[in-house]
């Protein structure tokens, strides 16, 4: 197979093993981008997508996945609008959804794995943009393979343990996460997980599900048990003040763009804050009636915070 020309051209041809057929919707370059296929060190096959053209002037846009989330979970209307002035680039990681191999179990393997799907693409940096889980990977990310991450967008996330927590801003409950963990999640628990209960904000929240199904295969693998409960072991391995990333983010030198939703109920908003407090060059944004979906909820205004954020 060989790859178009708006692909890295640092791939070989040779280590693409697989592409999808028969996409929906030309008029999305997110819903219609081919699912390419890498090989790491010969075992582990990375599913991964590139939408938008390579600038030789910006590094491409990596996107990193939210807890269950897999590439078909990225909002197609939000990637374009990132696309049209970068390339952007998403991938399932090890043993998640379209990609083979164990999965990680700790925050530095999941940093680590991201970090190798970098270099096996030919690339000497990234911008890095996690969502969820993926925004403490992207953070982890930042902190162990520094000179591959040029600018960090952390959205709907947090660095673990969060101490002095105000009395009212209480983490993820029990009733939270036992929707988070239900064996499948339907429509109704990504509203109560990632919208407000405001008519606008669920409408909002409708239109997105609608927006992810236009791709043909959307969902056609999902992230099966093993390869969450992997994630919520690397989620908890920073959940006390002692192993927790907070105090750690002043190591993290380059600029960060923070935001979040003003209710998220799976990460506190308050946890936004106080990373934006930690690192040493950081912004933040807060956008209005929305919780942990807000980027989908306001996808145009979010899409264009970040491409004036990473310049």
Known sequence: MILPRLLFPAVRPSRIVAADAALADPVSPTAAAPTQTLRLDGQ?????RVVGQRQDTAAPLLLLNRFRGTMDHWDPMLVDRLAAQRQVLMFDQPGFARSTGAPPDSLPAFAASAARVV???GLAQVDALGFSMG???????????A??????VVAGSGPGFVAD???NVQSAGPEIWQVATKPVNDDDDFMFLFFEP???????????LARLRKRADAFARQVEAPAWQAQLKSAQGVGTQATSLLPRLGEIRIPALIANGRHDVMV??????AM????PDARLIVYPDSGHGFLFQHAEAFAQDVVQFLG
């Open 165 to 167: 927590m105000p009395p």
């Open 119 to 121: 270099r096996a693409l």
């Open 135 to 145: 925004g403490t990977v992207a953070l982890q990310l930042a902190l162990d393979h």
């Open 276 to 279: 934006a407090q930690a690192l």
């Open 147 to 152: 000179a591959l991450v040029r600018r960090l």
């Open 198 to 208: 405001s008519a606008t904000s669920r409408a909002a929240g409708r239109a997105y």
């Open 44 to 48: 582990t096959t990375i599913a991964y």
């Open 268 to 273: 506190p908003t308050y946890a936004s804050y």
